[in-house]
């Protein structure tokens, strides 16, 4: 088998579209609330559960025909809680400033639910390579839902985009303001909500059956 | 291999959690002196940003500019000349006041340190006061985790903590006078700034930690006079000084 078979890219580029960790999996939706106020952050933190999702991926992946069945979660969570704690502590060490920003949300990463589903669903079925890919393929689906949540949010709530004012000034002089209600968390649900909508209404096939 | 037994499950977890356990354990020791450096760093940096120097490298400019340390007594004496880097802001109390006496463009600059409470987390930073320990020179604010783009605006130095630069700190009576108020809501330019709309709690919370924080060191910084008159002979000229004297003189 090919290392970039048919199957193998399926597992990389579903997650971008079709089968989206926040839009049709509707995973990691807690995190998309909290980190979306700003481009910034959200860029830092898809790509940081990137990387965290395709390491445990592989890692449990791996280990996947050792794990006893009955206690499969709480090692999944080891593994995560573990990576996560050593990555935390390498940026700490050799990227201070980086770690400094991201404060909090290193820590976050450890529930954010796309690791657990993505474990429990892939790597415990498949071997690492594949499940890399699917690491690699739901991280950026998730940074994707991210960076457009953000785009929307820092632009109407602040006026700006990574953190550089793109409105002009004129248009405040002639009455325009910044939306409030885009800083605040329920503004990334109704985006969400609305990217959701867009998606199922082109996609018919992603719609329920009605009985 | 039957991995459902009980034995089985037992020996795979303990393994699993000794392995993770040293991992970690090696990790966090093998590190820690690189980020125990790396804290230090930082927190020199954070010193420098109170009195708007942002130099590469800090570590020189903080031995440039910072030309002491002290610990001070809750009366407003020192209590040692060296020491106070040591002493985090969150341990800051009356049994230990750390103050960074600094020197920019050959005037005097008194550090503080601040610690408070946001809407998440801690918040902490530093105020530098000019040599009349009344008005602001800088401040510097950082957070633990309050919310980017809401609570974590504190940190945006253009629009939330270049507005402290000049107002005023204490009044005369030696109160803390300076806070932070709803957007919008300043009526007092001489010692309020604008709060962050959002970011309510926050902003409260800053205002607290500047009362809270800065009011600790209210003897060191109503005892100006004697200082200040005995360093400047020529006190008398100085009108508002010698006031200031008379009133101290007649307070005692």
Known sequence: MSLFSKQNMEALKTPLGMNNPVTVQVLGICSALAVTAQLKPAIVMGLSVTIIVAMANVIISLLRNTIPNRIRIIVQLVVVAALVTIVSEILKAFAYDVSVELSVYIGLIITNCILMGRLEAFAMGNSPWPSFLDGIGNGLGYAKILVIVAFIRELFGSGCLFGIQVIPAWCYEHGYINNGLMLMPPAALIIVGCIIWYQRARHTELQEEQN | ?252
């Not at chain 2, 020791?29 to 020199?44: C, F, M």
């Not at chain 2, 006041?97 to 809407?119: D, S």
């Not at chain 2, 939330?160 to 109160?175: C, H, R, S, T, Y």
């Open chain 2, 1 to 252: 291999m039957n991995t459902n037994k009980n034995s089985y499950i037992f020996i795979y977890a303990s393994v699993m959690v000794i392995i993770v356990a040293f991992l970690l354990a090696f990790v966090s020791s093998a590190l820690k002196p690189i980020q125990q450096k790396n804290v230090e760093l930082d927190k020199k940096k954070q010193v420098l940003a109170a009195l708007n120097i942002f130099e590469k490298d800090a570590e020189a400019a903080y031995n440039t500019y910072v030309k002491a340390d002290q610990l001070l007594n809750a009366d407003g004496t020192v209590a040692a000349e060296n020491g106070g880097f040591a002493v985090e802001n969150a341990a800051v109390s009356e049994a230990q006041l750390p103050l960074y006496v600094c020197e920019v463009e050959g005037e005097t600059k008194y550090v503080l340190p601040l610690y408070g409470a946001g809407l998440w987390g801690p918040i902490w930073g530093y105020v530098a006061l000019n040599a009349d320990k009344e008005t602001i020179y800088g401040v510097y604010f950082s957070h633990a985790g309050e919310t980017p783009g809401l609570g974590a605006e504190i940190t945006n130095r253009d629009k939330f903590q270049v507005p402290f630069i000049g107002k005023k700190a204490l009044n005369a009576a030696g109160d803390v006078v300076i806070s932070v108020v709803k957007n919008g809501k300043v009526q007092n330019a001489e010692c309020e700034v604008d709060g962050i709309s959002g970011g309510t709690i926050t902003s409260n919370g800053v205002d607290a930690m500047l009362k809270n924080s800065i009011s600790l060191y209210k003897a060191f910084l109503t005892q100006k006079c004697e200082k200040a008159c005995a360093a400047e002979a020529e006190c008398s000229e100085n009108s508002e000084c010698s006031e200031q004297c008379q009133t101290e003189v007649v307070n005692e």
